[in-house]
């Protein structure tokens, strides 16, 4: 169906993000009765077409709206508006679009405003590293960078990231294994290229991963959610809702959102499932580096007997997100439809970057960094405790991560986090993350790559919203 007269036009020249205008835009219409209960959604593809948009944008939107109960998704049919919605709905004018905020006061998930995650330090040692580790290879060019290179990357890093991989994380690879990335979220994409087709049921931590809840969308899976409890992912759960399912997605070293390790138990049982069913695990170890009490856990990889688990890791976490190097680690299986993935993508990894990272793992500057940012996060992390408490706020100290939770029982985390962040405080709700679980309102709050005085005052002014709520 075409969707012109209820959907309100997109302005692209308003400032405002064309996924908010779109989500409000359904939203509206739905809320309006313009789209009545039942009435069926285009396909995304579709949609994205007819209003000349990325269909990411769309299945966001879509994500969205199904997240908050306007619509509901049909196995094989498509999305539909929900009947489930009270008759009594205000049949009101769809909302008005939100002015823009002026630049300087935008919280977007990319700037560097407090509490924001994804953010990482760098010291002047680091930096003085880096810089005569870029020197040295421009000086005397590889002949590599001047010609394409392995949709694997160079051998070189993986001989680097596998004896890395070997030491830190128990993880059982060698370099033939090892497919370099840009970022992790190129690795998973790539993953699901090769594994999903349209309507494949993948099993997902509940609540999840945004950015991995958008990528099944968009590779037309469906989403199994399997609840999370203080072990992590309940196996018996996924086997109970979809003991076929294609692929698994865990976050076992510290689950996204909640922090929570897979115990032991549950990763047996994991990997016996996968081996049963013939499926694939993905194990997503985005921040296991960052562990402050004890060493770092080791990986479910390296429990893995059979040769079911996908190993992702990256960089993003470890040097900085602008450096676009990630990598998995495959079994066998997996490695030439991978690659053949990865040259229809974007071919190669940066020859450049690879080179100077190379070096950088190989003479042993690596190990000293993360020592250093280690005590530099543990400092954050303390000093951002500290300053909550201080505010009568309770909250736990995570034992690893770049990021904790702060409880909001009783109260509406997305309000919350949408009032702070007219203050210039990015603290993200987690509620919107559950799938089916009930939803524990939260916030998420990120210290790394965040000077200490300024997570005090980010605390500070976060007591006071939630006084005035």
């Known amino acids: 169906m075409a969707l012109d007269p209820v959907l309100p036009p997109l302005d692209r020249a308003?400032?405002?993000?064309?996924?908010?205008?779109?989500?409000?835009?359904?939203?509206g219409a739905i809320l309006s009765g313009g789209l009545a209960p039942g009435a069926r959604l285009p396909p995304t593809r579709i949609l994205a077409g007819q209003l000349g948009l990325a269909r990411n944008t769309v299945v966001a939107a879509y994500d969205q709206l199904l997240a908050e109960g306007f619509i509901e998704g049909r196995v094989g049919a498509g999305s539909f508006v929900s009947r489930d919605l009270p008759e009594d709905l205000e049949r009101a004018a769809p909302p008005a679009l939100p002015a823009a905020p002026p630049p300087a006061q935008e919280a977007d998930e990319f700037s560097a405003l407090p509490f924001n995650?994804?953010?990482?330090?760098?010291?002047?040692?680091?930096?003085?590293?880096?810089?005569?580790?870029?020197?040295?290879?421009?000086?005397?060019?590889?002949?590599?960078?001047?010609?394409?290179?392995?949709?694997?990357?160079?051998?070189?890093?993986?001989e680097a990231i596998a004896a890395y991989l070997r030491t830190a994380r128990a993880v059982r690879c060698d370099p033939d294994q090892v497919v370099v990335t840009a970022g992790a979220q190129q690795?998973?994409?790539?993953?699901?290229?090769?594994l999903v087709r349209p309507?494949?049921?993948?099993?997902?931590?509940?609540?999840?991963?945004?950015?991995?809840?958008?990528?099944?969308?968009?590779?037309?899976?469906?989403?199994?959610?399997?609840?999370?409890d203080a072990q992590g992912m309940q196996v018996a759960a996924g086997v109970a809702a979809a003991p076929e399912a294609r692929l698994a997605y865990v976050t076992p070293s510290a689950?996204?959102?909640?922090?929570?390790?897979?115990?032991?138990?549950?990763?047996?049982?994991?990997?016996?499932?996968?081996?049963?069913?013939?499926?694939?695990?993905?194990?997503?170890?985005?921040?296991?580096?960052?562990?402050?009490?004890?060493?770092?856990?080791?990986?479910?990889q390296g429990v893995d007997e059979a040769g079911r688990v996908i190993y992702v890791g990256t960089f993003s976490k470890v040097l900085f997100p602008g450096l676009r190097l990630g990598y998995c680690v495959l079994p066998p299986s997996l490695l030439a439809?991978?690659?053949?993935?990865?040259?229809?993508?974007?071919?190669?990894?940066?020859?450049?970057?690879?080179?100077?990272?190379?070096?950088?793992?190989?003479?042993?500057?690596?190990?000293?960094?993360?020592?250093?940012?280690?005590?530099?996060?543990?400092?954050?992390?303390?000093?951002?405790?500290?300053?909550?408490?201080?505010?009568?706020?309770?909250?736990?100290?995570?034992?690893?991560?770049?990021?904790?939770?702060?409880?909001?029982?009783?109260?509406?985390?997305?309000?919350?986090?949408?009032?702070?962040?007219?203050?210039?405080?990015?603290?993200r709700p987690v509620s919107p993350m559950h799938l089916a679980s009930a939803a524990a309102p939260a916030l998420m709050l990120g210290f790394s790559g965040h000077d200490p005085a300024a997570l005090r005052r980010a605390a500070r002014l976060l007591a006071g919203v939630l006084r005035e709520a």
């Not at 990997?271 to 580096?289: H, K, N, Q």
């Open 199 to 228: 309507g494949d049921p993948v099993w997902v931590e509940d609540p999840c991963y945004p950015a991995l809840r958008a990528a099944l969308a968009a590779a037309g899976a469906r989403l199994i959610p399997v609840p999370v």
């Open 187 to 194: 690795a998973i994409d790539l993953v699901l290229r090769v």
């Open 337 to 427: 439809p991978l690659r053949e993935a990865r040259l229809r993508s974007d071919w190669h990894p940066a020859t450049l970057a690879e080179g100077v990272v190379t070096d950088f793992l190989a003479e042993g500057h690596f190990a000293q960094h993360l020592r250093r940012m280690r005590l530099q996060y543990r400092a954050a992390r303390d000093a951002l405790v500290a300053a909550l408490r201080e505010q009568g706020l309770e909250v736990e100290a995570p034992d690893q991560g770049l990021k904790l939770l702060l409880p909001l029982p009783g109260r509406q985390d997305v309000a919350v986090a949408q009032t702070a962040a007219r203050r210039g405080v990015v603290a």
């Open 14 to 27: 308003s400032g405002v993000p064309v996924l908010r205008q779109l989500y409000l835009g359904l939203r």
């Open 117 to 158: 995650t994804g953010r990482t330090g760098w010291d002047a040692r680091s930096q003085r590293v880096w810089r005569t580790l870029a020197l040295r290879r421009l000086s005397a060019p590889d002949p590599a960078m001047f010609g394409y290179g392995d949709p694997q990357g160079s051998r070189a890093l993986r």
């Open 255 to 300: 689950q996204y959102p909640l922090g929570v390790v897979l115990s032991m138990a549950r990763r047996l049982e994991l990997l016996a499932w996968a081996r049963r069913a013939g499926a694939f695990v993905l194990e997503d170890d985005y921040d296991s580096e960052f562990r402050y009490a004890g060493r770092p856990l080791a990986s479910l």
